[in-house]
T-cell receptor, first 113, second 108 residues
Framework: EAAVTQSPRSKVAVTGGKVTLSCHQT?????MYWYRQDTGHGLRLIHY???????EKGDIPDGYKASRPSQENFSLILELASLSQTAVYFC????????????FGEGSRLIVV | GDKVKQSPSALSLQEGTNSALRCNFS?????VQWFLQNPRGSLINLFY???GTKENGRLKSAFDSKESYSTLHIRDAQLEDSGTYFC??????????FGKGTSLTVIP
C-alpha cells in the first residue's frame, strides 16, 4: 500500500516564528505536492516538485518555501508564520507510471497564534 | 473565477437512496480524480478518470472532457458514505485543481 506520512500532525506556532512541515513517501513517486485546506476553499496548491533538488510554485506560494532534498522527502517551510497561515496542510505524491493518482498524507493542522 | 465548480455544496440523503454530484470545469481538463474526505479528515481516492466512465461497487463516475464536466453517482447510500466529496482536474501538467467540495450527510 502506498504511503505518505506527514509530521508534525499538529502544531501551534507563534506569529513570526519559523515552521517546517515534513513529508515522507515510500511510493517511489516522482511528483510531490503541498496543498492547503481552508474551510470553504477546498484544497489549493502551494508548491510541488517533480524531481529531487527542484521545486515549483503552485497557485498560492507567497509566504511559503519548499525543499525536496531527496525523492522521498518534501518539506514546506514558513519562515515567518502569520495568522493567515492557520490551516490544514496536506502532502501528496503521484507518478505518471502509477496512473497519476494522488496519494495523500493524513494532514498537518497548523495554528498560528 | 473558480476553475472547478462543484454542485451541490451540501446534500442530505436518506439511507438507501441515490444521488449524483457534479463538477464543471472552466479549464481544459484531461483527467479527473474524485476523493472522499472522511469525518477524521483523511482524503481517500475514489476514482481516477480519463474521458469515460468507471464503476466501483455503489459508486459510478463519468468524465466528459468535451462538455467539461464530471459526475459521481452514489447508489443505495450508506451511513459510511457521509463526508465531503472533492473532484480535482488536471490539464496535463500534473497540477490538480480542486473544487470546494460537496458535504454529504446520510441520514438513517
Amino acid at each position: 500500500e502506498a504511503a505518505v506520512t506527514q509530521s508534525p500532525r499538529s502544531k501551534v506556532a507563534v506569529t513570526g516564528g519559523k515552521v517546517t512541515l515534513s513529508c515522507h513517501q515510500t511510493n517511489n513517486h516522482d511528483y510531490m505536492y503541498w496543498y492547503r485546506q481552508d474551510t470553504g476553499h477546498g484544497l489549493r496548491l502551494i508548491h510541488y516538485s517533480y524531481v529531487a533538488d527542484s521545486t515549483e510554485k503552485g497557485d498560492i506560494p507567497d509566504g511559503y518555501k519548499a525543499s525536496r532534498p531527496s525523492q522521498e522527502n518534501f518539506s514546506l517551510i514558513l519562515e515567518l508564520a502569520s495568522l493567515s497561515q492557520t490551516a490544514v496542510y496536506f502532502c501528496a505524491s503521484s507518478d505518471r507510471n502509477s496512473g497519476n493518482t494522488l496519494y495523500f498524507g493524513e494532514g498537518s493542522r497548523l495554528i498560528v497564534v | 473565477g473558480d476553475k472547478v465548480k462543484q454542485s451541490p455544496s451540501a446534500l442530505s440523503l436518506q439511507e438507501g437512496t441515490n444521488s449524483a454530484l457534479r463538477c464543471n470545469f472552466s479549464i481544459a481538463a484531461t483527467t479527473v480524480q474524485w476523493f472522499l474526505q472522511n469525518p477524521r479528515g483523511s482524503l481517500i481516492n475514489l476514482f481516477y478518470l480519463v474521458p469515460g466512465t468507471k464503476e466501483n461497487g455503489r459508486l459510478k463516475s463519468a468524465f466528459d472532457s468535451k462538455e467539461s464536466y464530471s459526475t459521481l453517482h452514489i447508489r443505495d447510500a450508506q451511513l459510511e458514505d457521509s463526508g465531503t466529496y472533492f473532484c480535482a482536474a488536471d490539464t496535463g501538467y500534473q497540477n490538480f485543481y480542486f473544487g470546494k467540495g460537496t458535504s454529504l450527510t446520510v441520514i438513517p
